[in-house]
């Protein structure tokens, strides 16, 4: 496949990081003795405006698919993978005011099902909400809706995460809305949910923070602050400790395990439209509690995603800003992210999310940027050396 370049950056060295300008004009690093740099695919895709893109096997022939969570009056979309890395879009139209996005088996048949949260839109100067949508898998990534209307239609939902919540071996739904407390959705075995009664602060999302095998939560409130809630395994957390932060703004928690210490450590986005602020890096010590590490400056509005971009055994990041390029930040291997440099885009690019996945099959992982405000997502070939 033909893929043009990247963009072209000054030679600049960070710690371990050295960022070169090659001879074709690739954007690269250069990281525990392997070159990182990024291709732009050649496959142009008309704008939308996409929320997040979801990457899985959707129709069973061990590739990575694609899901775009579309909104403003653009259907949500299937694009199949060659195996190569070229997409095609099905005929399938999914919602349109799609936002947050997760997937995996909901019903039991061993495929890949949708769970969509969909924000809200206006009609004649009127809001209107949608409930969240689950599309259940025909197991060749033929998608329909199983028809439940789930108890959040006077929300606006912004991100989805699954995961088995109850610990009864299916996968339950955990919703954060705009403006609105976080609410947990259990699955009955088949696709279907139906609101639990716990609800916690604002914005939560959950691991398994304290290795017991069962999952947990921390959640944040606007200009209150932190909270973590250790799960019962039965649907159900417990408070176990606060952080108070009057100054916490809006933002997301990301875990991932950082140093290689085999527990989860935090990444908390905070942003406000007034002033920058760092992004923070938080250490698990394995039981709940955390650290404070090395902030990452700048503003990231949008989300940040975790992935071994240089094949050096640890996992690397990829922020995106609604207002400029996506940024590579590499671990240094002791769980500190460092800038590479590398920049993905242009800085007029609205930049919404990234997806990381192996998508050309050749053994590194690839990042698909999704255009949060109608302009076109692009790929990101990985073309580590």
């Not at 990452?296 to 240089?310: H, M």
């Not at 055994?313 to 990829?318: E, I, L, M, R, T």
């Amino acid at each position: 496949m033909k893929r043009t370049m990247a963009l072209s950056l000054a030679p600049v060295m960070f710690g371990l990081v050295v960022l070169t300008l090659s001879s074709d004009g690739l954007c690269q690093s250069t990281t525990h003795s392997k070159q990182l740099s990024f291709a732009k695919s050649d496959q142009v895709f008309e704008p939308v405006w996409t929320r997040h893109i979801l990457l899985r096997d959707l129709d069973g022939d061990r590739d990575l698919d694609a899901v775009f969570a579309n909104c403003t009056g653009h259907h949500s979309q299937i694009w199949l993978n060659d195996g190569r890395g070229t997409f095609s879009m099905t005929e399938q139209l999914l919602s349109k005011a799609a936002h947050g996005i997760d997937a995996g088996d909901l019903d039991g048949d061993e495929d890949i099902d949708l769970f969509i949260t969909c924000h809200y839109y206006t009609e004649n100067g009127e809001p209107r909400y949608l409930s969240s949508k689950v599309y259940l898998n025909d197991g060749k990534a033929g998608f329909v809706d199983n028809g439940q209307q789930i108890e959040d239609s006077l929300f606006s939902g912004n991100v989805v995460k699954l995961d088995d919540i109850d610990s009864d071996g299916d996968l339950d739904a955990l919703v954060i809305y705009h403006k609105e407390s976080s609410k947990v959705f259990l699955n009955d075995g088949k696709g279907r949910f139906a609101l639990s009664d716990f609800t916690f602060p604002d914005v939560g999302d959950f691991g398994d923070l304290n290795g017991d095998g069962v999952l947990d939560i921390i959640a944040r409130a606007r200009s209150a602050g932190f909270e973590f809630w250790s799960g019962n395994g039965d649907g159900t957390f417990t408070k176990e400790w606060e952080r108070p932060d009057s100054t916490l703004q809006f933002g997301l928690s990301h875990f991932c395990d950082l140093d290689h210490d085999n527990d989860l450590d935090a990444v908390l986005t905070d942003f406000s439209l007034s002033e920058e602020l760092p992004t923070r890096v938080w250490f698990n010590d394995g039981s709940g509690r955390f650290s404070e590490g090395t902030s990452l400056p700048g503003v990231f509005r949008g989300t940040i995603s975790f992935g071994d971009l240089n094949n050096d055994g640890y996992p690397d990041a990829v922020a995106t800003n609604h207002d400029a390029e996506a940024q590579i930040w590499l671990n240094d291997g002791s769980g500190t992210l460092v800038d590479s440099g590398i920049r993905l885009g242009a800085t007029s690019d609205k930049h919404e999310s990234a997806a990381i996945g192996d998508i050309d099959s050749d053994g590194d992982l690839d990042i698909l940027l999704a255009e949060g405000r109608g302009g076109r997502n692009t790929i990101w070939f990985n073309m580590l050396q």
